[in-house]
Each structure stands twice: as C-alpha cells, then as structure tokens.
Nanobody, 125 residues
Framework: QVQLVESGGGLVQSGGSLRLSCAAS????????IGWFRQALGKEREFIAA????????NYAGSVKGRYTISRDNVKSTVYLQMNSLKSEDTAVYYC??????????????????WGQGTPVTVSS
C-alpha cells in the first residue's frame, strides 16, 4: 500500500521560508515521479513543481519559479519542496503525489495515482 506523508507546513511571515517534506512508503522502487500541488480555499488544485525519478529533470509553475526548489533523496524515499520568498498568495494546503511513470515531471493532477493528505501553509502579510 502506497502512502505519502507530507510535513513541514505551518505559519510563516511574508518573505519567509519553509521546507516541505513528502515521505513515501510502499513503493517497490524509486522509478516514480513526484509532484507538488496546492489548493487554496475556494480555488482549484494548482500544479506547483515536479521531479523525475532520477531527479534530473524538474518542472515548475510560473508562479513559483525562482522561489521554490524541488529535490529528492531516493535513499530516504523523500521529496522536498524548499519555498523561499513566500507571499500571502502562497497560502494553501500543499499536497504531494506520485506518478508511477517517472520519466517526466508531469504537470497535471490526473497524471498522478497516489496522493498525500496535505499540509497547510499560511503566509501572513
């Protein structure tokens, strides 16, 4: 059974930083892509960033490019999202997701089969 557990969310002031973690278990290998999405209250789920199984290719939404960095540690089966220069509009619940096709950093939510429960991020202005 695949499980994803996000952590690291919380309350931070505008301009601050947070690092989210997504720990994966139940996967037989590291040949999967990981994506991060977020959903703000009253809004649709939004793609944020993704990384291929090897970690060699990443993809970012324009709204976070240059501020967020996705990385992965396949030994620990954990993916990280470093978020810098946070803005109030970054406030949302952040979710990580796994795609069993690890060849590409997929940007659509329907390209992912497994999801975590989410971790809330609140940025105060």
């Amino acid at each position: 059974q695949v499980q994803l557990v996000e952590s690291g969310g919380g309350l931070v002031q505008s301009g601050g930083s947070l690092r989210l973690s997504c720990a994966a278990s139940g996967l037989t290998s590291s040949s999967y892509a990981i994506g991060w999405f977020r959903q703000a209250l009253g809004k649709e789920r939004e793609f944020i960033a993704a990384i291929t199984c090897s970690g060699g290719t990443t993809n970012y939404a324009g709204s976070v490019k240059g501020r967020y960095t996705i990385s992965r540690d396949n030994v620990k089966s954990t993916v990280y999202l470093q978020m810098n220069s946070l803005k109030s509009e970054d406030t949302a619940v952040y979710y990580c997701a796994v795609s069993r096709d690890g060849r590409s950093p997929w940007p659509r939510w329907d390209q992912y089969e497994y999801w975590g429960q989410g971790t809330p991020v609140t940025v105060s202005s």
